[in-house]
Every structure is written in structure tokens, then in C-alpha cells.
T-cell receptor, first 113, second 112 residues
Framework: GQQLNQSPQSMFIQEGEDVSMNCTSSSIFNTWLWYKQDPGEGPVLLIALYKAGELTSNGRLTAQFGTTRKDSFLNISASIPSDVGIYFCAGPGSGAGSYQLTFGKGTKLSVIP | KAGVTQTPRYLIKTRGQQVTLSCSPISGHRSVSWYQQTPGQGLQFLFEYFSETQRNKGNFPGRFSGRQFSNSRSEMNVSTLELGDSALYLC???????????FGQGTRLTVV
């Protein structure tokens, strides 16, 4: 089946720094979704991307749909302590698989005050 | 608009028992999906329902089943619980497909 590879797996940054993470796939995705999950909670949708090359922002977060349609990137500017959590990329499959999301393993972000 | 509501939040069950988890989707959403999240396997798709019909099922044993009611509320059932079923079970709703799914807070199931 489809697989999404996220990197890095974890990162420690100083408060105020910018963060970049990415997600790659061996197959094409028509939609990319970025979620954030806090401990013990469900994932919260941050940004949805629907077109190759699309760049979308949500506050300090910016995500891009890669032009090959096989990758996506998430940037967080001027990180703050509440950015701590696990960030997941996800995308729906094709055909019958379009009714399910495939998730990456996540990037765990730690912010040092 | 109220979000996705899952009940209960926490559950402790004994091996061999069965369990039923409930999910109320966002009002107007007709698609409900279920995912299992474990530290080792991450988020894995269980099944998806739309208008009371299961449209897709993940690679889980038949002990895992679900259903959707006419008001779009959904339940999932796990029979003959095993220790490995301990996980966070997440429900997600969307308007018509798996895209832009909104998740509930999850049910933390512990099997002892």
C-alpha cells in the first residue's frame, strides 16, 4: 500500500527558531493534509493542500504541495512552547482507497524555552 | 458547530472481553472513519462508513467491526480482546470522503 515517510522523526529547537519538516511518498497524492497531535488528544487539522505547487499559510504555519505531487513540506516560523507536539502528514488513497487516509509516522517537535 | 465526540474517553477491559466505542460526527458529516493509533504502528485505518454503508476496510482481523446509524453516528466493536488491542482509537468525520477529516479526542483502550 501507500506509505508516507516523514522527516525528521524528532527535533529539538529553541523557542523563536523556525522549523521545517517534510513528507515524501513513492506514489502520487492528490491531497496533502497536515495534522498536529497533542498527547492524549486526537489530531487537529492544520492545513489542507489540493493542488501541486500550492502554498498555504495558517498563522505561523506554511505548507507546500510539492510539484511532483509526491512530497509536501511544513514550516513553522518563530516557534513557541505551544508548538510542541507530533506533526503528521496524511493523504487519501486512490480509487476505493480514497475513503481512507494514509499517515506518516510523525515528526515530534520539542521547543526549548 | 460541535466537533467529533467520542465516548468513552478511557476504557479498561480484560482479555477475552468485548468492547463497543461510540462516535458522533460533526453535524452534517456523513462519512465516519476509524483509526487505531499505537506507538509502534502509528495511525492505521480500520474502516470507513458513509450513509450506513462500509466503503472501505483496513487490514485488521474480523474481531474488529463497525456500523453506522441513520443519524451518521457510528460504533466500532472489538470482540475477544487481546493485549495488543490496547491503543488510542480515533474517529474522524468528513463531509463525503476521507479528505479533510476532523478527528475526535479518541478513546484510550487498555486491555489487561
Amino acid at each position: 500500500g501507500q506509505q508516507l515517510n516523514q522527516s525528521p522523526q524528532s527535533m529539538f529547537i529553541q523557542e523563536g527558531e523556525d522549523v521545517s519538516m517534510n513528507c515524501t511518498s513513492s506514489s502520487i497524492f492528490n491531497t496533502w493534509l497536515w495534522y498536529k497531535q497533542d498527547p492524549g488528544e486526537g489530531p487537529v487539522l492544520l492545513i489542507a493542500l489540493y493542488k501541486a505547487g500550492e502554498l498555504t499559510s495558517n498563522g505561523r504555519l506554511t505548507a507546500q504541495f510539492g510539484t511532483t505531487r509526491k512530497d509536501s513540506f511544513l514550516n513553522i516560523s518563530a516557534s513557541i512552547p505551544s508548538d510542541v507536539g507530533i506533526y503528521f502528514c496524511a493523504g487519501p488513497g486512490s480509487g476505493a482507497g480514497s475513503y481512507q487516509l494514509t499517515f506518516g509516522k510523525g515528526t515530534k517537535l520539542s521547543v526549548i524555552p | 458547530k460541535a466537533g467529533v465526540t467520542q465516548t468513552p474517553r478511557y476504557l479498561i477491559k480484560t482479555r477475552g472481553q468485548q468492547v463497543t466505542l461510540s462516535c458522533s460526527p460533526i453535524s452534517g458529516h456523513r462519512s465516519v472513519s476509524w483509526y487505531q493509533q499505537t506507538p509502534g504502528q502509528g495511525l492505521q485505518f480500520l474502516f470507513e462508513y458513509f450513509s450506513e454503508t462500509q466503503r472501505n476496510k483496513g487490514n485488521f482481523p474480523g474481531r474488529f467491526s463497525g456500523r453506522q446509524f441513520s443519524n451518521s453516528r457510528s460504533e466500532m466493536n472489538v470482540s475477544t480482546l487481546e493485549l495488543g488491542d490496547s491503543a488510542l482509537y480515533l474517529c474522524a468525520s468528513s463531509s463525503f470522503s476521507g479528505e479533510q477529516a476532523f478527528f475526535g479526542q479518541g478513546t484510550r483502550l487498555t486491555v489487561v
